[in-house]
């Protein structure tokens, strides 16, 4: 997964992740996001026979728990993942849609488990997240349409 656009925010602890930054997609709710809604042959490229790397002691490696975890994100609409990628990390993203309802690209929020829980993200930043996500989708199918 590569990042291609950040907006940072000013405090003393932030999570400074920079443009073109390619992390381990199993392990971010970014990631989760966009294998989740991916061509199957696609996911198959990615977890067949793949060895998940493990980047911290909740990182999900085994293939059979991944396709689990993508199901359910598929089923919510969402992924929530916390300390996966890098301990004390909380992130939240929503699938970016185009025109045909394809998912093109992820949205996400994260946090420190400082700063919040899984449970005030689900309640308080995915509802924006998921809503803001909806409202990219509708531009960019907007911008698709012949005029």
Same mark, same amino acid.
């Given at each position: 997964?590569?990042?291609?656009?950040?907006?940072?925010?000013?405090?003393?602890?932030?999570?400074?992740?920079?443009?073109?930054?390619?992390?381990?997609?199993?392990?971010?709710?970014?990631?989760?996001?966009?294998?989740?809604?991916?061509?199957?042959?696609?996911?198959?490229?990615?977890?067949?026979?793949?060895?998940?790397?493990?980047?911290?002691?909740?990182?999900?490696?085994?293939?059979?728990?991944?396709?689990?975890?993508?199901?359910?994100?598929?089923?919510?609409?969402?992924?929530?993942?916390?300390?996966?990628?890098?301990?004390? @990390? /909380?992130? #939240?993203? $929503?699938?970016?849609?185009? !025109?045909?309802? +394809?998912?093109? &690209?992820?949205?996400?929020?994260?946090?420190?488990?400082?700063?919040?829980?899984?449970?005030?993200?689900?309640?308080?930043?995915?509802? @924006? /997240?998921? #809503?803001? $996500?909806?409202?990219?989708? !509708?531009?960019? +199918?907007?911008? &698709?349409?012949?005029?």
């Amino acid at each position: 997964m590569v990042y291609i656009a950040r907006v940072p925010v000013r405090r003393i602890m932030s999570i400074n992740v920079s443009m073109g930054t390619r992390v381990a997609a199993h392990a971010t709710s970014m990631g989760r996001v966009l294998l989740a809604w991916a061509p199957p042959e696609q996911i198959e490229g990615v977890l067949g026979g793949a060895e998940l790397r493990q980047v911290t002691p909740q990182t999900v490696t085994e293939v059979g728990a991944l396709r689990k975890r993508l199901d359910e994100v598929r089923e919510q609409g969402y992924a929530i993942l916390a300390e996966e990628l890098e301990p004390g @990390l /909380l992130s #939240a993203s $929503a699938p970016v849609r185009d !025109r045909s309802g +394809a998912v093109v &690209a992820a949205l996400a929020s994260s946090t420190s488990t400082g700063r919040s829980t899984t449970e005030q993200l689900r309640s308080d930043v995915v509802p @924006l /997240l998921v #809503a803001t $996500a909806d409202r990219i989708s !509708r531009a960019l +199918a907007e911008s &698709a349409r012949p005029t």
